[in-house]
């Protein structure tokens, strides 16, 4: 081994006085013995002196010399070896170290085969997309870098993946801040109580959509809305250049999960939530318009046969809030999601919908983009989800602005190998 080389260049290693061949042996039937450095001799049946024999022994420090035997010949006589120095007479640490050696370079083969380092410079805030509280306990900031099963025909994330994000940090947050009980995102007072957060009003703006391989910084706070309802606002940016590409602003209440009817916040429950509130204005302006309601004679476009899998559940058993954001798409006309993006939303929650439900988008384009789709400018729609047999899940109003077609078309096409 190359520690074991190395080592025997510093520490030579010397014979033992008890290896194999050199025993201690005794000079004829007497007892004194000369440091085995004699054997019998098979011919003479005297003894002869080994080639590897030892420093003359000392006695009281005074050296003494062996003076030649009866029956020895003096060509098996050798000369002595040199004296013994500090050098030759260390142990052998050869193996100990070589053994050192090799425990460490397999440690550090282990270390380096699980590669966890980030790969790009940007990806050093975060990495893992853990998340921290910052801004005085009262704002939770958590790093998602956009994958590429996130993006769409457009090449940037479609409003879900932003919708998942805005999600999963409103319950990290909870975690983080000590409030995630049994359930949910409900706090431990909650659980208690059978009690759940459910939305009723959520508006969007987007400036821009990030793109593979982006990294986007997700802030999220959390305030008071009215006397039972709580308000989470969050803010979306790059993490590399700071730009702001959402905003988001929601309402919360609770419900109880048994018997699925709204509830007030208990006085235990108010106490848990209330010291992580801010004392903010929303992040974006309230729309403050209504809602259309949409029907079979004011709709244009229609969506039928709707139903909800197993896996568009939340661990609540209904149907999670982003998937009715893709409902509501289901219906919306193609020229305008192929020449248009996605720019703002408002959502208001009616009802919840289970696994057996079925469903029906219905879609209406506002004047002004009823007649072209693909060359006119802004375009807003009213959106409706509802039952099959006529009752609210969701109403919605959603504006479209025009996508740049110039910088879409310097991006270039995914080279067919690499696709």
């Known amino acids: 081994m190359v520690a074991a ?10 014979s033992s006085p008890d290896s194999s061949g050199s025993k201690g042996k005794k000079l004829g039937n007497g007892s004194t013995n000369l440091g085995g450095i004699l054997k019998p001799s098979a011919s003479s049946g005297g003894l002869q002196v080994r080639a590897n024999a030892q420093a003359h ?3 009281n420090g005074t050296s003494v010399v062996m003076t030649p035997v009866e029956g020895f010949k003096d060509e098996d006589a050798v000369s002595p070896p040199p004296p013994r120095t500090f050098i030759n007479q260390l142990p052998d640490w050869s193996m100990l170290l070589a053994a050192i050696t090799t425990i460490f370079l397999a440690a550090e083969k282990q270390w380096m085969m699980l590669d966890w380092k980030p790969r790009r410079p940007d990806m050093l805030i975060d990495p893992f997309g853990i998340g921290r509280i910052v801004q005085d306990g009262l704002v939770f900031r958590q790093n998602f870098s956009i994958r590429s099963y996130e ?12 919708m998942n994000h805005l999600q999963e940090t409103a319950i990290n947050h909870c975690k983080s801040a000590g409030l995630l009980g049994d359930g949910f995102g409900a706090t431990p007072g909650m659980c208690k109580k059978n009690l759940i957060w459910v939305v009723t009003r959520m508006q969007v703006v987007v400036d821009r959509y990030p793109t593979w391989g982006d990294v986007v910084q997700v802030d999220t706070w959390v305030s008071a809305s009215g006397k039972n309802g709580m308000r989470r606002d969050w803010l979306v940016s790059n993490s590399k250049t700071g730009e702001i590409l959402t905003r988001a602003t929601s309402v919360w209440v609770m419900m109880n999960k048994l018997t699925r009817r709204l509830s007030k916040i208990p006085e235990e429950v108010r106490g848990e939530i209330q010291p992580h509130f801010m004392d903010c204005d929303p992040i974006v302006a309230e729309d403050s318009r209504k809602l259309v309601k949409l029907d079979d004679s004011t709709a244009e476009y229609v969506r039928k046969g709707l139903t909800p899998r197993w896996n568009d559940l939340d661990v609540n058993q209904h149907v999670n809030n982003v998937k009715y954001i893709g409902w509501i798409l289901e219906s919306t006309p193609l020229p305008i999601v192929e020449n248009h993006m996605l720019c703002s939303m408002t959502l208001e929650y009616r009802r919840e919908c289970g696994r057996d439900s079925v469903l029906q988008s219905l879609t209406a384009v506002s004047d002004a983009g009823a007649g072209d789709m693909v060359n006119v400018g802004e375009i807003e729609c009213q959106h409706l989800l509802r039952l099959e047999e006529g009752s609210e899940i969701v109403r919605g109003r959603t504006q479209w602005r025009p996508k740049n077609a110039e910088r879409f078309g310097k991006m270039g096409r995914i080279p067919a190998q690499s696709a």
Not at 9 to 14: D, E, G, L, Q, Y
Not at 151 to 162: C, F, H, K, P, Q
């Open 151 to 162: 993006i769409g025909a457009d090449r940037t994330a479609s409003v879900e993946t932003l």
């Open 57 to 59: 022994p000392k006695i």
């Open 5 to 14: 080389a190395a080592t025997s260049a510093f520490f030579p290693i010397t």
